[in-house]
């Protein structure tokens, strides 16, 4: 047998759509494994437990809703719509990140385009990778329950999956769209933050949306679903035109589906065929963007440095968090969750329940406490360069505190308008307040030193917080502060308490420079 015969042919003809596709579904997926720090035990586990969640939970309810039918009314479509746009802005925040990714950490466009493989094969095929991932993501995450249910009762409503299939089509053109308009706008080096903080703007618009009768005020309606419900119920309210299509082609309509379908593959090709050319040219020009600004610094001379280590170290702390996009777009969709917090807290002041000023109260210093000790793990143990620090002329103590100030400081300026305003309302729950989220986030960045993890800035994308040990003291610690706080609130001393045995953690986890140094090496 000849030796053509017996060379084992590929599945995939190399240079092929399929072959390129699977391709970036393969580094998709290598994307998921270093997220998850490599570990297949865990997905394993997560698998496991999705196939009996679907098991005795998904099928039992599936049986249950197998002769329910969902009628097509007003109140039913507006749920409808509802569902596709928090859907929808859930993956529009999603491909817009997976652009910037694209342009800027990738960094194989140019590898491709001077292969022999043609550019708008390979970018229709980028393109269509950021809308399957949006889409597995979303239906990964309701098919444990929905499935079954389509299954054993309503096939028909499977044609969820080809609504969601168009929604992520439409989400993926439209965040190309965003991402191309912030190139043209800002330029290559502003769009890298800007378009991670969009996104993770957008990402948290449908849970500020919800809090916003809290932010602006007005009567108290019941909730944002509960305003919706009386809306569709009212008789003036009327769809616009097309309003129940989402619905009907969920429910496998075949004109609304169709319509869907084919509006969203027009869309997907239009965008692809328009911003290709424009997304080679920003890709150029941002695997460059570096390249020139290095030259453009060596030109300038030789840097000028701050005075003294304290400074430096915080401007460069605050420099490296405005530049790492997708930390920044984690650290910005933290703070954002303290904005309803605040609000909710001043506009409880005055009601009759004497619980929601100070539950509000403590439920702010908790979260800030979190927020503040997220900020301390990146900036403490995010480090390229702890030996270099280790042998630096300045004691570590001193690095220290200029990190946890650089940690501190986007949520302190956050802050201060909230407690600046509950303080005018209530002096002392607004002074309590702001005593307890300034200890309880000391309190969690004094934690994060001692028990610091350092680590390459880039492995951080791929974590999800310090050490077990760390979180689980964070969030005693912090807890114990809440407590205070709640009770201080209501004007009583035994706040002291809960405050004393806070602190007494905290000198019983408390850890000096030598020993620091030493849990570092071990941990090496």
């Known amino acids: 047998m000849s030796e053509a015969l017996t060379r084992r042919r590929p599945i995939l003809p190399p240079g092929s759509t399929a072959w390129l596709f699977a391709h970036e579904m393969r580094v998709a997926w290598r994307g998921v494994l270093a997220r998850r720090g490599g570990n297949w035990r865990g997905l394993i586990i997560v698998s496991a437990v999705v196939i009996l969640f679907t098991?005795?939970?998904?099928?039992p309810l599936g049986l249950l809703l197998r002769h329910v039918d969902v009628p097509v009314t007003k109140a039913s479509a507006v749920i409808a719509d509802m569902v596709?746009?928090?859907i929808g802005s859930l993956m529009l925040s999603q491909t817009i990140a997976s652009a910037v990714e694209s342009l800027y950490q990738r960094g194989d466009l140019d590898l491709m385009f001077s292969s022999p493989l043609a550019p708008r094969k390979t970018l229709t095929v980028r393109f269509a990778t950021?809308?399957?991932n949006a889409f597995l993501a979303i239906c990964l995450f309701?098919?444990?329950l929905f499935l079954p249910v389509a299954i054993v009762g309503h096939p028909a409503w499977l044609s969820v999956y080809v609504v969601m299939a168009a929604l992520a089509l439409t989400t993926s053109s439209l965040g190309l769209l965003l991402a191309m308009a912030m190139f043209?706008?800002?330029?290559p080096r502003r769009t890298r933050a800007i378009a991670q903080v969009t996104a993770a703007l957008i990402g948290a618009g449908f849970f500020l949306g919800t809090q916003l009768s809290n932010i602006i005020g007005g009567r108290r309606t019941g909730g944002m679903w509960a305003e919706v419900m009386r809306t569709a119920n009212d008789p003036a309210f009327h769809l616009p035109p097309g309003g129940a299509w989402p619905l009907r082609a969920m429910m496998g309509e075949p004109l609304p589906l169709l319509g869907l379908a084919g509006g969203s593959i027009?869309?997907?090709a239009l965008a692809s065929s328009v911003l290709g050319a424009t997304f080679v040219a920003n890709a150029a020009a941002a695997s460059g963007a570096d390249t020139a600004r290095a030259r453009a610094a060596a030109k300038g001379g030789p840097a000028r440095f701050s005075q003294g280590a304290f400074t430096a170290t915080l401007r460069k702390e605050l420099r490296l968090l405005?530049?790492?996009?997708?930390?920044l777009s984690q650290v910005l969709l933290r703070m954002l969750y303290l904005l309803p917090l605040g609000f909710l807290v001043i506009r409880s002041i005055g009601a009759s329940d004497a619980v929601a000023v100070p539950g509000g109260a403590a439920a702010l210093t908790f979260m800030a406490g979190q927020v503040g000790g997220?900020?301390?793990w990146i900036t403490v143990s995010a480090e390229d360069a702890p030996d270099l620090l280790a042998c630096a002329p300045t004691r570590p103590a001193v690095f220290w505190r200029a990190k946890l100030v650089a940690a501190f400081l986007p949520m302190t300026i956050l802050l201060i308008p909230l407690l600046g305003a509950l303080t005018w309302f209530s002096p002392l729950t607004g002074l309590v307040s702001a005593a307890g989220c300034a200890a309880a986030a000391m309190a969690n960045g004094l934690i994060n030193i001692w028990y610091q993890t350092p680590a390459k800035r880039s492995d951080f994308r791929r974590r999800r917080g310090s050490s077990w040990f760390a979180t689980l003291a964070e969030t005693i610690v912090a807890g114990l502060i809440s407590v205070a706080v709640f009770i201080g609130a209501m004007g009583h001393y035994a706040a002291l308490g809960p405050a004393i045995a806070a602190g007494a953690i905290l000198v019983g986890l408390r850890r000096n420079e030598a020993q620091i140094a030493q849990a570092i090496r071990d941990a090496a």
């Open 374 to 376: 997220s900020l301390a």
């Open 142 to 144: 309701f098919s444990p």
């Open 130 to 132: 950021l809308a399957v």
């Open 55 to 59: 098991t005795f939970v998904g099928v």
């Open 322 to 327: 405005w530049r790492d996009a997708a930390l």
């Open 184 to 187: 043209a706008l800002i330029g």
């Open 84 to 86: 596709i746009a928090v």
């Open 266 to 268: 027009l869309l997907f």
